[in-house]
């Protein structure tokens, strides 16, 4: 799977919106990327994924360079309940696969 | 659905003692999966199983570590004999057979090896 990069560290003012951003760029042609938090103590949950469009859910957008060799994840009214570890995976993972390698992420924090 | 249930949620133990650890997936998924999370590490895929059958144990770091799943329902992972390095919380996740790869997990198990 291909390797990406996270800042370490983002803040943001609740209420406003949260950019993560991604770098992917040895993604290849059938490689989806995959966004998913960790809130403190509990179990990662997933929040979107997408192959080359960009994709909306009721949790976020997922914004896909056409490139493909970077992607931000848009919280769009950042509560303090997002605070959170903001992981960015890139993963084959159709039928056949079933690994996701999670890297350090983004540490997000939704100060008042 | 009640999600993915693990047991127990916290364990602590000394080293040298056999740790099991479990798992029940959400009824219907046909993958499940075995992760381990310390502050050096991250989190680490250990092992995972498609239809109940091991498909990559790759991340199990050493024989002392042994996951099954006798059925759909149900699965373990074992630790014997435990060590301090082995503290870490140990999260199982489990997803259906859907195209895609979104993981539900598991509130997780927080092991401490004395």
């Known amino acids: 799977d291909a390797k990406t990069t996270q800042p370490t560290s983002m803040d943001c003012a609740e209420g406003r919106a949260a950019n993560l951003p991604c770098n992917h760029s040895?993604?290849?042609?059938?490689?989806?990327v995959y966004w998913y938090r960790q809130i403190h103590s509990q179990g990662p949950q997933y929040i979107i994924h997408?192959?080359?469009n960009n994709e909306t859910n009721e949790m976020a957008s997922l914004i896909i360079t056409e490139d493909r060799k970077s992607s931000t994840l848009i919280l769009p009214h950042a509560t303090l309940r997002d605070t959170a570890v903001y992981y960015c995976i890139v993963s084959d993972g159709g039928t056949s696969y079933g690994k996701l390698t999670f890297g350090q992420g983004t540490i997000l924090t939704v100060h008042p | 659905d009640a999600g993915v249930i693990q047991s127990p949620r916290h364990e602590v133990t000394e080293m040298g003692q056999e740790v099991t650890l479990r798992c029940k997936p959400i009824s219907g998924h046909d993958y499940l999966f075995w992760y381990r999370q310390t502050m050096m590490r991250g989190l680490e895929l250990l092992i995972y199983f498609n239809n109940n059958v091991p498909i990559d144990d790759s991340g199990m770091p050493e024989d002392r570590f042994s996951a099954k799943m006798p059925n759909a329902s149900f699965s373990t992972l074992k630790i014997q004999p435990s060590e301090p390095r082995d503290s870490a919380v140990y999260f199982c996740?489990?997803?259906?057979?859907?195209?895609?790869?979104?993981?539900?997990f598991g509130p997780g198990t927080r092991l401490t090896v004395l």
């Open positions: 040895t993604i290849s042609g059938n490689e989806y």
């Open positions: 997408g192959l080359k």
């Open positions: 996740a489990s997803r259906p057979d859907s195209g895609y790869n979104e993981q539900f």
